[in-house]
């Protein structure tokens, strides 16, 4: 069995950035990610643009250059992955963890493939791959999506997308531009404050001029084969319908967190509990980077502001281990 000083759950850019810092301290390491390089980014939509300028997305001040402001998704993917082949970062790649135990001096890593020790853990895995479900009659049915990658498939169909923040506000000016019929479906009375600034003027024109359609005020209330019923201030509506893009935001795998014994709030934000000078959680020896530490609020960390993770958990590993050669 193998033994490491830090292993690091989670292979996107806040994973990296934990293993690129315990390199730079001289720890055995490993990142495990159950999927591609950067998974939840590889599978964000095929032509998305990045909120942040380039500069924002460096991790380790190894320049990011773009050829726009704000980077496109590949040129993302191409910078991440020459990180990891010039500096030779240790990986394992398509190995997802499925337990993790507490023996008396270490905790036991398991996952897909293998058995790992270590005193330190560092989860990074981000919250792309639970959404959040409308839990109504239809959601199951092959027309309906919670991810968006191409415009191309829904042209000339009927599409309605709900929620109006910015996943489902490009999601709808793109399908709309390669000719499918949208339909939003917004629970509140505008598209969402949050959406980029320089797209919510395009959407909110788009809707003006009726290219969009919008049902403000209104839930989805089940799906079916050729309509969708959508309540709408307490009307019923049926809509003709082909696809369905439910695009309502996701969450991190809450159930890991509780099995392996990190506390969560009480409240509906569901915010791990963690030391915010050192990122350890309750459990000792147990750290949290990135958008996860956010609980239900995944607004609240990017790339950009959850970079400092990084240095702050090698720091605070570094004083344990040596902490432990001096006793």
Not at 68 to 88: G, W
Request: glycine share 6%; with cysteine.
């Amino acid at each position: 069995m193998n033994t490491f000083d830090v292993i690091i759950i989670g292979g996107g850019p806040i994973g990296i950035a934990c293993g690129l810092a315990a390199q730079q301290k001289g720890f055995s390491y490993l990142i495990l990610e159950k999927g591609v390089l950067v998974n939840s980014l590889y599978h964000y939509p095929e032509n998305m643009t990045f909120f942040s300028s380039s500069d924002n997305l460096e991790i380790d001040n190894i320049p990011f250059i773009s050829n726009n402001t704000r980077p496109h998704k590949s040129e993302a993917l191409e910078y991440y992955r020459r990180i990891v082949l010039a500096k030779d970062l240790n990986i394992n790649l398509f190995e997802q963890v499925i337990a993790v135990e507490q023996t008396e001096e270490k905790y036991k890593v398991n996952t897909t493939k293998h058995s790992y020790l270590t005193k330190h853990i560092i989860i990074a895995t981000g919250f792309y791959d639970i959404p959040n479900l409308l839990n109504i009659p239809g959601e199951d049915l092959p027309k309906v999506s919670h991810y968006y990658d191409s415009p191309h498939v829904y042209i000339r169909q009927n599409v309605a997308i709900v929620g109006a923040s910015n996943s489902a506000v490009d999601a709808a000016l793109e399908i709309y531009r390669k000719g499918g019929k949208v339909t939003m479906i917004v629970r509140d009375a505008a598209i969402g404050t949050r959406v980029k600034y320089w797209v919510r003027p395009d959407i909110i024109n788009r809707i003006k001029e009726g290219s969009i359609n919008v049902l403000y005020h209104s839930t989805l209330e089940e799906i079916l084969a050729d309509t969708i019923i959508v309540n709408q201030g307490g009307t019923a509506l049926t809509i003709k319908n082909d696809y369905v893009l439910a695009l309502t935001g996701y969450q991190p795998n809450f159930s890991f967190l509780k099995k392996i014994g990190i506390q969560l709030s009480p409240d509906t934000t569901q915010k791990p509990v963690y030391n915010e000078h050192t990122m350890e959680t309750n459990c000792k020896g147990i750290y949290l980077a990135g958008v996860i530490c956010g609980g239900m609020e995944t607004h609240k960390w990017f790339i950009e502001n959850s970079r400092v993770h990084a240095p702050m958990i090698m720091n605070h590993i570094e004083s344990n281990l040596n902490f432990s050669k001096k006793n």
